[in-house]
């Protein structure tokens, strides 16, 4: 037996049962489709320009997503790119996931985690080197979606402070040396008169890279007389467009002149020659007239005689102050001595330049310990009485050792082939491992803001006492008491110790003594 639905309930079914397959055909399409939608929300920021690192500072890599995002499924990647090597700088892949990284980034790279969930994947990274300078890759993963942005970096050092210093007179000019540590990359050096103008001088710029990558600059220039007296040393960073400037005055009597005493004794001698000039007329043409009386006659000579008298007195005070000033130069000349190293007094395993001038080890002997007096050269020269001043060139060597000994303490020394120093009769200055020392009982001497590269030996045999200076600063660093034996010849000691397997040798320098100007400011 049959039953027939009415035809209104057959469409009603028919309809129902389109809707039904239509709205399940567009929930399939949604689901298909979701993932490209989700994808097409995300994307990287990517930076306007290079960002700028202060060596020695820390610095943010920036990489923002544009939305937020579930951290816990972010995968984050920093790549370094240089040539064909490619660095693993720092992995985020999940909190409780071992991470890798180069060696040389361990220890100086930082995320923001919690702030992974707003899109801030930045990447902190500290203690900058020059080597840190390249272009990073920030690759994001989260599920099936990926992008990846390039950050550049660029590094830069500030530089310290310059100085100006005069170091030495060329014909009539002055020569000045500008010198400023710490600077990356290669600054511009520029030297300036008085209106901020590039001096017509031609300078001489030597960059000297260290071992870290940055450089140390010296710059210099002979400023002739008459030209413009205010001079400035500028040095400038390109990158941060910052610059360091020192500025001074050389005043008029620096430059070499002749005597002013002796300018003065020509004025005063062409006046008196004049006088007598007058004098002689008068004298010929009241001999010439008969009518002039025998008291003007001898009122003239007398006069004459006045003159002729002052004439001489003032000669002789022009040459004895003439006299007393070139004294006073030949005393503070003869203070500067000239020192030769020994060949015939030296330790077997030190070795001296063609001039003997220089000394080194080579090769480093590692048998040799911190004994004090260890590897020494003695100098040609002894000094029985006076005062003697002589400069050592030390670099940067940490280990090394100056000073003065006794005659008999040197023939000891030569028969003992320079093995080592006896406990009495020297004096000296010390430096092991960057620390400096004095003689007396081992004293470690404060250390003080000095660079104390080139030493300055001072032997006053009158005062009994040896002081040391920093030459390059003109400061004193110690003065030793000395129990100095009349009659006795005391000789200059060189050690360049070599405890540290250095190799760098020790320099006598050429009689000179650089005079640091005073800068009327300085501006950074």
């Known amino acids: 037996m ?42 990287i920021i990517p930076p306007q320009n290079p960002v700028i690192a202060i060596i020695g500072e820390g610095v943010v890599l920036p990489c923002q997503l544009t939305t937020r995002n579930n951290a816990e499924t972010i995968t984050v ?46 990447l902190n990274l500290k203690d900058v080197i020059v080597s840190d300078k390249g272009k990073y890759t920030c690759s994001v993963s989260l599920g099936t979606w990926y992008d990846e942005v390039v950050v550049e970096l660029d590094v830069t050092a500030r530089g310290g402070e310059s100085s100006i210093f005069m170091e030495d007179y060329a014909d009539q000019g002055i020569g000045l040396t500008c010198r400023s540590e710490g600077w990356f990359p290669e600054p511009q050096v520029l030297w300036l008169d008085s209106k901020g103008q590039n001096r017509p001088e031609k300078p001489t710029t030597i960059n000297t890279k260290t071992g870290a990558g940055i450089y140390n600059i010296e710059s210099a220039i002979n400023i002739e007389p008459g030209s413009d007296n205010e001079v400035s040393c500028k040095i400038i960073n390109n990158i941060l467009k910052t610059a360091s400037e020192s500025r001074v005055r ?26 007598i000039a007058v004098v002689g007329y008068k004298l010929k043409k009241n001999n010439d007239t008969t009518s002039r009386s025998v008291t003007e006659k001898k009122t003239m000579e007398e006069e004459k005689e006045r003159l002729l008298s002052t004439l001489e007195t003032n000669k002789r005070t022009d040459q004895i102050a003439i006299q007393d000033i070139q004294e006073n130069i030949d005393r503070l000349s003869g203070e500067l001595v000239p020192i030769t190293l020994d060949p015939d007094c030296k330790h077997p395993e030190l070795k001296l330049s063609e001039d003997q001038k220089r000394v080194w080890q080579e090769p480093a002997s590692p048998e040799l310990d911190a004994a004090s007096g260890a590897l020494l050269v003695v100098g040609k020269e002894g000094f029985v009485a006076g005062r003697q001043y002589w400069e050592v060139d030390v670099g940067e060597k940490v280990d090394w050792e100056l000073g003065v000994l006794s005659q008999s303490v040197r023939d000891r020394v030569k028969r003992e082939k320079a093995e080592k120093l006896p406990e009495e009769g020297y004096w000296s200055l010390k430096r092991s491992q960057g620390d400096l020392f004095s003689s007396i009982k081992n004293a470690k001497i404060e250390k003080r803001d000095m660079q104390c590269k080139v030493i300055g030996v001072f032997l006053d045999q009158e005062e009994k006492i040896i002081s040391f200076y920093d030459a390059g600063h003109m400061s004193l660093i110690t003065t030793i008491p000395a129990e100095l034996t009349n009659k006795i010849l005391y000789y200059p000691f060189f050690s360049p110790r070599n405890n540290t397997g250095e190799q760098k040798p020790l320099a006598i320098l050429p009689i000179r003594a650089p005079i640091p100007l005073k800068p009327l400011r300085k501006e950074k």
């Open 2 to 43: 049959f039953h027939h639905c009415p035809i209104d309930v057959l469409k009603a079914c028919t309809v129902m049962g389109s809707v039904f397959h239509w709205v399940t055909a567009v929930h399939i399409l949604t689901f298909l489709q979701m993932p490209h939608l989700i994808s097409g929300q995300f994307k």
């Open 77 to 122: 990647q920093w790549i370094l790119s240089r040539d064909s090597e490619k660095i693993d700088v720092s992995t985020y892949d999940g909190p409780n996931k071992a991470k890798s990284q180069d060696e040389r980034y361990r220890g100086r790279t930082q995320f923001f985690q919690t702030e992974f969930q707003a899109g801030n994947v930045s």
């Open 250 to 275: 050389i005043s008029d009597v620096f430059f070499p002149t002749t005597s002013p005493w002796m300018a003065a004794f020509l004025v005063i001698l062409f006046l008196s020659i004049a006088l």
